[in-house]
């Protein structure tokens, strides 16, 4: 049972436009997001992250809004850039638990064309 | 420069041998992470470890085995037990393991198993 899911495995945007990812989580217990990036053959690198306590988190061209009723979040990329093709996962950490372990979403595919 | 470094990038192997995985980080960060991905699947937690000499399994961890017996260093086994070895291999790490932080990720190990 998956308890993050990010429906798209795929999504091609215009360069300058905005580009919107998403992903919805079942578990309740879960209370932080975090959003990474990922090219081939490489490491995820952190992007962004959002808490429970909190709706929306910007950072530069980078948004992450949470809709807790809904279990959904989604991540914001405006203007979008050829360079933001990649892989976009989004994880979740449960609330309490002696080891903040992260489940990650299957992952989607960002193509930002020029 | 402060990291995590993963050796080999590649690594090939033959059908019934055991195999290890390296992971080293100077970030002086407690806990450390192992993680398999395979294609148009997110990234599914293997082993975890908090601090020096202890480590916990994680949502697919058998057919592998890890140590930490110092802190920056975090090896991964693939056991010939494990049916389906074939794979990305991602080690993490994060400054502490049961507190809201992002893990950091190293480039990763591709595994084929012939």
């Known amino acids: 049972d998956q308890q993050v899911k990010q429906n798209s495995p795929s999504l091609s945007v215009q360069e300058g436009r905005i580009s919107i990812l998403n992903c919805d989580y079942t578990?309740?217990?879960?209370?932080?997001f975090l959003w990474y990036k990922k090219y081939p053959a490489e490491g995820p690198t952190f992007l962004i992250s959002i808490s429970s306590i909190k709706d929306k988190n910007e950072d530069g061209r980078f948004t992450v809004f949470l809709n807790k009723s809904a279990k959904h979040l989604s991540l914001h990329i405006v203007p979008s850039q050829p360079g933001d093709s990649a892989v976009y996962f989004c994880a979740a950490s449960p609330l309490s638990g002696s080891a903040r372990q992260l489940t990650f979403g299957s992952g989607t595919q960002l193509t930002v064309l020029p | 420069d402060g990291g995590i470094t993963q050796s080999p990038k590649y690594l090939f192997r033959k059908e019934g041998q055991n195999v290890t995985l390296s992971c080293e980080q100077n970030?002086?960060?407690?806990?450390m992470y192992w993680y398999r991905q395979d294609p148009g699947q997110g990234l599914r937690l293997i082993y975890y470890s908090q601090i020096v000499n202890d480590f916990q399994k994680g949502d697919i961890a058998e057919g592998y085995s890890v140590s930490r017996e110092k802190k920056e260093s975090f090896p991964l086994t693939v056991t010939s037990a494990q049916k389906n070895p074939t794979a990305f291999y991602l080690c993490?790490?994060?400054?502490?393991?049961?507190?809201?932080?992002?893990?950091?990720f190293g480039p990763g190990t591709r595994l084929t198993v012939l």
């Open positions: 993490a790490s994060s400054i502490h393991g049961g507190s809201v932080n992002e893990q950091f």
């Open positions: 578990n309740s217990m879960f209370d932080y």
């Open positions: 970030l002086n960060h407690d806990a």
